[in-house]
């Protein structure tokens, strides 16, 4: 605080210097378990390891840091999770603080709301509205001193030493090297979801845009107002207006057919009002290669087709062949010219989770057994979009759906907290603990909204069981109410609602900032 | 639609082809006075222009479209105006598109109510709740055949020709080919507004942010939570987590004491609860070359220098002479290492105002005689930030601020209806027409946060004067009132309470999205 001392203020009162007269011992950093680097680079090379973690490293540029050590028999033990998608924030919110110290590892510090997440893109709700921080899922990560929150991606996994890789992400900050750190765990989870699909057809990472995260949302919403400016300049013809205007959605799923059915209500609605000079201009269409919400009843099918096609969108059967940038090619070879195309095929492993050295389910999935557990190795589980049930349970893979990644979260915090209460919190040390019953996923239903207040909400446990399923306005306004409840914080809860009303009443934001 | 006939659709009903049975004729690119691009590019060199416009032009890849050509006689007036500021936006308020084509040409499609933005850096308020769309402060403009928001930069103006250069503003798309067009006027007004000044200091530019623009708030926020995180990660030294949690805010004008003000309610109240770990490490410094809020009263000074003290402010005074990328230098060699660097140390005239050929006032704005009028060239006007009255006028350059800007451009808007109505609305006709009473400015007073629920007020009209003065909470009541009936919409003023409110029942969102 050199540079401090010596500037003359100008202020005659006095100021309370909190840094220099804090409890430097109570700093978690300083505590027994951190391993604590006192200079700001150690050295310039890399620390050297014994083993290589699963995903390559060592440039030499990097600096590694020690990190978190391994805890200490007296003090909690530690749950790292990995992830902050559905799964694992439930387990986070499950979790009791008072048995366990929380670790998150995650490249965001926020979980996305994603049944809601179309609704963003178009203005009817407002990305914040949509975005749950994590500190609010679980205040204990900000407040305990052993428990954190880290920016950061993993980059391998140690399970033989209870050891994590992990890589800050520092965001394209200059002032911010790279730098790498392990935690050590006494359990871990593994909840880093999925990545969107390609196919492997060349131009989709390029040029199509994703709707998985709220930057998704941000960069289909203003590309979509700056296409819709763009139109109206001087000059534009009538061909490439036509093309700027014309929205393709690539994916006949619940995602797919929900931001179909925002994307044509704005347009009916606000764009035919703001946009008056090239209202006429504007197109939806979905590109499906077998039939859309094919998980639904056929009944509700041919209603969610009949909706969205009177709403103005059009549906086409085709297979997507390749994807430049200006239009799409069909397996047909017909040329379907693009403003924005959004990209929403379903989801697969990411190379991540491809390249850990663990049991693997059907599709790649990190294996399970009952008790979501990975097998072979010790205090390793897995959740959501990224794991499955290994072979010998004799369980299908479960469908990467919200329902299934809260409810396996919620399930696993439970558990956890039995065995830290059991005394086996801590690494190798739950052996002989009565795990109980084990994970049964049972599914409550399914639901997609289709635009224009129409909704279907299909409540069977199957496609082939009987059950209630249903269209229409009534599904909608079930449809809004269970999301609501379902939405993390009342702050959120709230606003979701005001956003609702205003935009009934205002209609929907286009500024484009 | 080639493409589309192709297609073979997946279901069976009917989509009715809008574009194809619409009414072509009724469009406005094929009204007489729109010079039309038949072909989506001219050519692949620049069509050769008579004259050059003040900023230099003609790179060999650039396109140049024809644009809008001039009204014919038996046409409505247009009325062009450049920038979407408080002047800009309340001259377009207050235009009558009864009289008028509108044609609006600025980079952003929304007014910033920028009094408000130093909230929006925190969470206090949300970054939409403060931008107005100018579709919605002049509905006109996307309703209107011939009136036009262009998402633009202005890049000359021919005076003599009645005419505007444009280049369209691609925002880094690449199916965007940068181009230029041009834009006849019949009345022309200049509201660019002006720029921050950096007063030639290196780096300024490289490394500080600015709050002059939405995204310069979400700048701010971004990097401010992200070195709260950082900050948190494992092996990071005291030194390093001083320097990324000090905020330095260069300038105490109302801008830097407002921000300075909210960023240490936030710390207060946020940061201590969700940042536990390191909220001992953040700081905030304001440094000001002379007295902050010089404008104010001694009385008001004072009670502001207590206040941002008491809640953490540290005041220095000092002169920066050298910006580094963790570092700013003062004057007396003095190093202050800084994680978040904000300037706001006032504005003066962009490069586009200072090449323009046009009459000068005090300080190089743009000059205007008592009706706002730019001497020597005709049917040309400017108000806001970038004019100020020539010299022959007698009158001072009018400060920088909102209030002046509005109340410019609701005084010009009644000036052109009348002249409108007075049959001078098209170029070169309003020589006989008879102005009425010049323009006054008469000072309402000044207002300014400064944290924790206090404000100063100032209702003298100017610092000789005697008049109301009055600091604490029931001038942060006025403070907030007042604002809030100035928000422009329905929707935004809605918003607003409702951000406030929240913000006061559940803290500060601090998602990092």
Request: glycine share 8%; proline share 5%.
């Amino acid at each position: 605080m050199a540079w401090f001392r010596n500037l003359s203020k100008f202020s005659a009162i006095n100021v309370s210097h909190q840094t220099q007269t804090r409890n430097r011992s109570a700093h978690p950093f300083l505590s027994s378990s951190f391993d604590f680097a006192s200079r700001r680079f150690i050295s310039s090379v890399n620390h050297p390891t014994e083993e290589k973690p699963s995903v390559e490293e060592s440039s030499k540029n990097r600096i590694q840091y020690p990190g978190l050590g391994p805890t200490k028999p007296h003090e909690k033990p530690r749950v790292v999770v990995l992830g902050s998608g559905w799964a694992g924030c439930r387990l986070m919110k499950g979790l009791d603080p008072k048995i366990y110290d929380i670790v998150c590892v995650s490249p965001r510090n926020h979980m996305v709301f994603t049944p809601l997440l179309a609704s963003t893109c178009v203005g009817t709700l407002e990305f914040r509205s949509v975005a749950e921080p994590i500190t609010s899922i679980q205040p204990a990560i900000s407040r305990e001193p052993g428990s954190f929150f880290f920016l950061a991606n993993c980059i391998g996994i140690h399970a033989d030493k209870h050891m994590v890789h992990c890589e800050a992400v520092t965001d394209g900050y200059k002032h911010l090297d790279t730098w790498r750190y392990t935690v050590s765990y006494d359990k871990l989870v593994i909840a880093l979801g999925a990545q969107p699909t390609t196919f492997g057809i060349q131009g989709v990472k390029e040029h199509a845009i994703f709707l998985r995260e709220v930057h998704h949302a941000q960069q289909i919403r203003r590309k979509l107002l700056h296409n819709l400016m763009m139109s109206d300049l001087p000059g534009v013809t009538e061909e490439e207006k036509q093309r700027l205007l014309h929205c393709v959605v690539v994916g006949g799923g619940p995602t797919g057919v929900e931001f179909s059915g925002e994307l044509s209500d704005f347009i009916m609605r606000d764009v035919r009002q703001r946009y008056a000079h090239v209202k006429d201009y504007i197109h939806v269409t979905l590109i499906e290669a077998n039939e859309i919400l094919s998980t639904f009843d056929d009944r509700l099918r041919r209603y969610a087709t009949k909706q969205l096609t009177k709403s103005g969108v059009r549906l086409v059967r085709g297979i997507v062949k390749d994807v430049q940038a200006e239009k799409v090619i069909l397996s047909d070879d017909t040329e379907v010219p693009y403003g924005l195309l959004v990209w929403s095929t379903g989801v697969g492993p990411s190379p991540l989770i491809q390249s850990l050295n663990l049991p693997k389910s059907h599709g790649g999935r990190i294996g399970v057994d009952d008790w979501l557990r990975v097998p072979v190795v010790q205090d390793v589980f897995s959740i959501g979009d990224c794991s499955g049930f290994v072979e010998s349970t004799g369980k299908p893979t479960l469908p990467a759906l919200a329902q299934v990644a809260e409810r396996q979260g919620k399930y696993l915090a439970n558990l956890l907290n039995r065995i830290g209460k059991a005394g086996g919190g801590h690494a190798n040390s739950a052996k002989d603990i009565e795990l109980g019953e084990p994970f049964v996923y049972q599914h409550l239903g399914s639901m997609a909204s289709v635009g224009s207040y129409k909704a279907l909400v299909d409540l069977r446990q199957s496609k082939e069981e009987k059950g209630i399923s249903m269209a229409g306005f009534v599904s909608w306004f079930i449809w809004r109410s269970a999301y609501l409840t379902r939405v993390v914080s009342w702050r959120n809860r709230f606003y979701v609602a005001i956003n609702w009303a205003t935009t009934l009443v205002f209609g929907r934001d286009i500024s484009k900032i």
